[in-house]
Every structure is written in structure tokens, then in C-alpha cells.
């Protein structure tokens, strides 16, 4: 005899009974679960996906036709994640397994301020998706809300990837791009140890395997022929100083994936480019201020 989708429901939240409930973290997989499911009869035209993924007994989705190369390009660092929390007309966004996902239609409900998700928003909390924690720290004295994945059993990580598949399948949350260190703090703070150990002002070439001298730039009327950002990307000194004495504001335009020329010439190594950006004004944590995507 069929189990009865509303009892399936009911029963199969953690797929577990237990006597001791938390009804908040059973609530919140219960809308986990419930949306999971919409979104397998959506995509893959099965209507019986809800009994499976209520009762826990499915297996979470796993997602490998990423495109990669588009995906590469998009990334997001710990500072700016930590500015995407709703406030001054930002959006909302949360981070797990460090993919980034735009969560703002769930405001009103599940993330704005003082809602049950809030504490995942601004943050890659994926170590909070498999052990239910949302605050302190868990059985094994890790923070609660830290991305690392230490420790967790296989239910734990398993429970993550439940929460993966939501974000990636959902109708209304969308990947903004992949959490990744900030590139210019890596530069300024990158420095190489010579043979005697002792401190060398050289500086590792990151992202290039090309460590030749980068081409002069022709100035033609002192008007440079490539752009902030190729140039940073390059880290042509020449063409920097023409586009800055030309217009500085040049300097400090967005390109599509909210990158500055800074972030160019701290990706690529050139911390000679990086400190001349600086010094003209540039803000080494400044990324999508009008919150436009």
C-alpha cells in the first residue's frame, strides 16, 4: 500500500524518530526537504520524488556539468561576502562549500535579520549545514559556524550536500560565484624566504607562468592603448601611470565581474602595479558597490 505524501511528510523530515525533537532545525529541514523535492519534479519530471527525499532516503544530487570556464571567472572574496548581509540595499547572500548563492527572495521568511537562517548570511557557515549548530560551538569544539568541514561523520557531510542541492536547484536562489581568499591581500603579504631564510623583497608570480618583463605599452598622443584592467592584468607600469595622469577615475572602474584594476594586478603577482593603485586611491576591498548583477 502507498504511504501517503502527507504522512511521508510528517514522518520523514530526518528520516528519524526520535524522542527529544529540535523543532527548529526539524522545521528547517522539513522546508529544505519539501522544496528539494519541487525542484526534482521540476527539472526531471518526477512526481514521486517527495516520498524519498521526506522519508531521507534519497541520495543528494550531485552536480558536475557545471561550466566551468564561465564559472571561473566569477568570484567573491570573505570581505565582500561578509558586505552582502542585506543592509543599505545590499543583497543577501550565504556561502556553503564555498559556493556562493544570492538568497535574497527568502528575506521575508528564512534569512532577513532575526529570521531563522540569518546566521549562514554573509558567510561560508558549511560546517552549520551538517550538524544543525547555529551558534558557539559544536560536539567537537569547532565554531559552529565555520566553513571547515573537520570532524563531521558522513550523515554530517551528507546533510551539506542536501543543502547544496536546495541552493543549486532552487527556482529563486542563484550562484553569484566562488568564495575565494582576497587576492590583494595575498600579494601584499606574499613574500619569499631566500636560502638563508631570511626575508626577500622578490614576489611569487600568482595565476602567470609567464614571469618575463611585461611589454612596454606604446602612448600614442598620452593616450594608452589598453585599458586599467589589462594593464593591472599585466602589470604595466607604463600604461597605468598614462591612464591615471590622464583620468584617475579610470583607474578605479568595475569591469562586469565587479573586479577593479587592483584586483587584476594582485591576481597576476605584480605588486609593483598593486602598490601604485593603492597609493592613487583605490579600495583593496571595494567590489560591487551598487549591488547590480
Given amino acids: 500500500m502507498a504511504i501517503p505524501i502527507w504522512l511521508a511528510a510528517i514522518l ?30 521540476r527539472l526531471n519530471g518526477n512526481k514521486f520524488a517527495m516520498i524519498p527525499v521526506m522519508l531521507g532516503l534519497e541520495e543528494p544530487l550531485t552536480f558536475t556539468d557545471y561550466d566551468r570556464q564561465t564559472e571561473s ?19 543577501l547572500y550565504l556561502s556553503i562549500k564555498r559556493r556562493v548563492y544570492d538568497v535574497s527572495a527568502g528575506a521575508a521568511r528564512f534569512y532577513g535579520e532575526g ?27 569547532m565554531d559552529c559556524l565555520s566553513e571547515s568541514l573537520d570532524g563531521l561523520t558522513a550523515s554530517e557531510l551528507k546533510e551539506i550536500d542536501r543543502w547544496l542541492e536546495l ?24 613574500q619569499v624566504v631566500d636560502h638563508d631564510g631570511q626575508e626577500s623583497d622578490a614576489v611569487i608570480v600568482a595565476n602567470d607562468d609567464d614571469t ?10 598620452e593616450t594608452p592603448l589598453i585599458d586599467a584592467h ?10 597605468l601611470t598614462a591612464i591615471g595622469t590622464k ?47
Fill in 12 to 41: 520523514g523530515v530526518t528520516g528519524i524518530i526520535v524522542v527529544r525533537v529540535d523543532y527548529n532545525l526539524f522545521l528547517m529541514k522539513f522546508f529544505r526537504n519539501l522544496s528539494r523535492s519541487k525542484a526534482r519534479a
Fill in 73 to 91: 571567472t566569477m568570484t567573491i572574496t570573505r570581505e565582500q561576502l561578509a558586505e552582502m548581509d542585506g543592509f543599505d540595499g545590499a543583497p
Fill in 115 to 141: 529570521k531563522e537562517y540569518s546566521n549562514w548570511v554573509g558567510r561560508d557557515a558549511s560546517r552549520s549545514f551538517g550538524t544543525g549548530c547555529r551558534g558557539g560551538v559544536d560536539r567537537t569544539g
Fill in 167 to 190: 541552493y543549486e536547484t532552487h527556482d529563486k536562489y542563484t550562484f553569484v560565484g566562488h568564495l575565494v581568499d582576497d587576492p590583494v591581500n595575498d600579494i601584499l603579504e606574499q
Fill in 212 to 221: 618575463s618583463t611585461p611589454p612596454v605599452v606604446v602612448i600614442d598622443d
Fill in 230 to 239: 589589462t594593464a593591472g592584468r599585466m602589470g604595466d607600469m607604463t600604461a
Fill in 247 to 293: 583620468d584617475i577615475n579610470l583607474l578605479k572602474v568595475y569591469d562586469n565581474n565587479g573586479w577593479t584594476p587592483l584586483h587584476e594586478a594582485a591576481r597576476n603577482g605584480h605588486l609593483e602595479a598593486v602598490k601604485f593603485l593603492i597609493d592613487h586611491g583605490l579600495d583593496k576591498v571595494s567590489r560591487y558597490k551598487s549591488y547590480v548583477f
